[in-house]
């Protein structure tokens, strides 16, 4: 069923394809998705306060951040390759994608204190002006979630996750790759195409969810879906925040 794929990996057309094999009598929902996902967002915020307030205490919060970082990661693992246990995984996912944004966007404010006081809320109100313009653009038809624009977004989503591996690697051995985290107008040039490629990721996250629910995807994927779509926007996120330390850190 190619309706469903998307961009997004944890939103895969072969994880929906198994779904539907299961007991569709308690079916998937927008609305049930949109609570879960709101769910989720309050479990990010709560542990990224939390952090936040540690870090402004003094606190070292960097291997809070690295614990956090990996153990989403496994925890993402799970839940993309076993969508039923979502309902569990998702909140403690959301909890650890919190400490970890929580760091960052202390480090970042702290980094930026005096240039741009503002830079967090700057970075969470484009954030969420992008994934209403993004829902907008979607639900007028304005963008279409075509076949060939799938294709494209998801080649350059998996070109762009290759290229940050490769490039912490290559950190591992004490080589930079210096427009990632510099603000000439490569790298500024570099961030603005991953923020649109993230940013039309989340084109195709709405239309795998309209879908979902069209063909009655169970209900335990409203938690699968919801969870994709907050890796989405953490992504757009931290991206947005990248963008604007580099606009920022300009001579």
């Not at 190619?2 to 057309?13: Q, V, Y």
């Not at 094999?21 to 609305?31: I, P, V, W």
């Amino acid at each position: 069923m190619a309706i469903f794929k998307s961009g997004n990996p944890t939103l895969s057309e072969k994880r929906f394809d198994m779904s539907l094999t299961g007991d569709l009598s308690d079916t998937m929902t927008e609305k049930g998705t949109m609570n879960k996902f709101l769910f989720l967002f309050f479990m990010v915020m709560a542990s990224a306060v939390f952090t936040w307030n540690a870090f402004n205490q003094g606190v070292n919060v960097f291997p809070w951040m690295i614990g956090a970082a990996i153990g989403g990661l496994i925890l993402a693992l799970v839940i993309s390759f076993k969508p039923k246990l979502g309902p569990y995984l998702a909140p403690p996912y959301g909890l650890l994608q919190g400490v970890f944004v929580g760091g960052l966007s202390a480090t970042f404010s702290n980094a930026f204190a005096t240039t741009a006081p503002g830079i967090v809320m700057q970075a969470v109100a484009l954030t969420f002006g992008t994934v209403l313009a993004m829902f907008i653009l979607y639900r007028t038809g304005i963008i279409k979630a075509t076949q060939k624009f799938k294709s494209i977004v998801f080649t350059a989503t998996a070109g762009i996750a290759i290229f940050y591996l490769i490039a912490f690697v290559l950190r591992l051995f004490n080589i930079n790759i210096a427009f990632l985290h510099e603000g000439s107008l490569m790298g500024i040039g570099f961030s603005l195409f991953v923020v649109a490629i993230a940013a039309l990721n989340l084109i195709l996250d709405f239309d795998m969810i309209e879908n979902g629910v069209a063909k009655g995807a169970p209900k335990y994927m409203e938690w699968f879906a919801a969870f994709g779509l907050l890796v989405t926007i953490v992504w757009l996120y931290i991206e947005m925040l990248r963008l604007l330390g580099k606009l920022n850190s300009r001579d």
